[in-house]
């Protein structure tokens, strides 16, 4: 679990915007959300409680679907998406995201969700083919303009990544929302999923983190231009690339890092794939200024969840840095891949990633454990292989 000290100065960051949320007469969309971007997801363990609930397989009518036939991932499998073989050369892959106002740029606000919503069918090896726009929108207060705005930066990152947007749904609604329903397509012979994680593989990162305190201090009006600009290049950078380095490389088990944060992420995949992980926090890539507003205090609601549902499934090593600490658990949204791999292709993997602009950051190694301890992750403050 994560030391009491690593939460201990970091007061509630301060806003420096109006009260009223807006700025120089324009509302900021940031106002009228209760949490920023993938921060608004349900909790790990409001989700672990509703899938519970709902159940899985023939006993269960209307509970979760596991995969069985040519449904070679289902509800049940909890992976990043489902998917469906049509014959031996393709498989649908089938996914949505939306989220709440993460920036107050309608355009980037859309670029955001869109490639946010596309990076779960590159996580599972495919490449977006279509997609209908998923909008709530408060209609007597926000101007329709500002809605086409949002639109328009979802289509263009969507023709970004050769996806269609064809259409939509959009409902009234007081809190502003958006995000993609996103159909790809697949080689069902090589998809990437989150149970097969092996152990030995090492666990290469092609983002950096920080996007939730950076969203956390902007809405609060207290994110330096520069670094939001950062931050949103980063989360508008389509995980295409990094996608296809790890299919070159014959990966088999990844995930992108959302909501969940970069440990929840892993979590879920060692808990899938019957392993444990270590992960080297000097190792993790930070956005520029991410470390700062951490410790100034910006920490959103999801990232606190975070850490309060991941405690008894991870060990901090007492020397860490305790703002890194804090980051391993930080929401982000559009994040890039944890690609798990084998030793002998990690170095191809990583030229691969960087010839195409990526991250490829290592991070940890995946860790065989003792019977019924799956998911457990030890947190070192320093780390690495030579």
Excluded at 106 to 122: E, H, L
Excluded at 182 to 189: H, I, L, N, S, T
Excluded at 221 to 233: D, E, S
Excluded at 261 to 272: D, F, K, S, W
Aim: glycine letters at 14%; aromatic letters at 2%.
């Amino acid at each position: 679990m994560v030391d009491d000290r690593v939460t201990e100065g970091m007061t509630a960051g301060r806003s420096g915007g109006s009260a009223n949320g807006q700025s120089g007469g324009k509302v900021r969309l940031t106002s009228l959300s209760h949490g920023a971007g993938c921060a608004c997801k349900l909790p790990l363990s409001a989700l672990d409680a509703l899938m519970a609930t709902l159940g899985s397989g023939p006993d269960h009518p209307g509970g979760l679907v596991p995969a069985a036939g040519d449904l070679l991932v289902g509800a049940a499998e909890g992976d990043d998406a489902a998917v469906l073989r049509l014959d031996e050369d393709r498989a649908l892959v089938f996914t949505t995201d939306f989220f709440t106002p993460i920036v107050d740029d309608p355009r980037d606000w859309g670029r955001v969700a869109a490639t946010n919503a596309m990076s779960d069918v590159y996580a599972m090896g495919g490449r977006p083919v279509i997609a209908l726009n998923l909008t709530a929108w408060p209609g007597e207060t926000l101007p329709i303009e500002m809605l086409a705005d949002v639109l328009r930066g979802g289509a263009e990152a969507a023709a970004a990544a050769g996806c269609l947007v064809v259409g939509g749904h959009t409902i009234d609604d007081p809190e502003p929302k958006y995000g993609l329903a996103v159909v790809g397509m697949a080689d069902p012979r090589t998809l990437m999923t989150v149970d097969r994680a092996q152990d030995g593989d090492m666990l290469v990162l092609t983002k950096p983190i920080g996007t939730g305190v950076v969203a956390t201090a902007h809405k609060r009006g207290a994110a330096p231009p520069g670094v939001l600009a950062a931050t949103v290049t980063a989360m508008t950078m389509l995980n295409a690339a990094a996608s296809a380095a790890a299919l070159r490389a014959g990966v088999v088990a990844a995930t992108d890092v959302t909501g969940f944060g970069l440990l929840g992420h892993l979590h879920r995949m060692l808990r899938a794939s019957g392993m444990n992980a270590e992960i080297w926090a000097d190792q993790v890539s930070l956005l520029p200024g991410a470390a700062g507003l951490a410790a100034a205090g910006f920490i959103s609601g999801g990232t606190r969840a975070n850490m309060s549902y991941l405690a008894d499934a991870v060990d901090v090593e007492p020397d860490t840095d305790p703002v890194a600490a804090v980051l391993l658990h930080d929401a982000q949204t559009s994040g890039g891949l944890l690609i798990a791999v084998a030793p002998g292709a990690l170095d191809g993997l990583r030229d691969d990633l960087r010839a195409q602009g990526a991250e490829a950051a290592l991070v940890g190694t995946v860790q065989a454990g003792p019977a019924g301890g799956a998911g457990r992750i030890a947190v070192r403050a320093t780390g690495g292989v030579s």
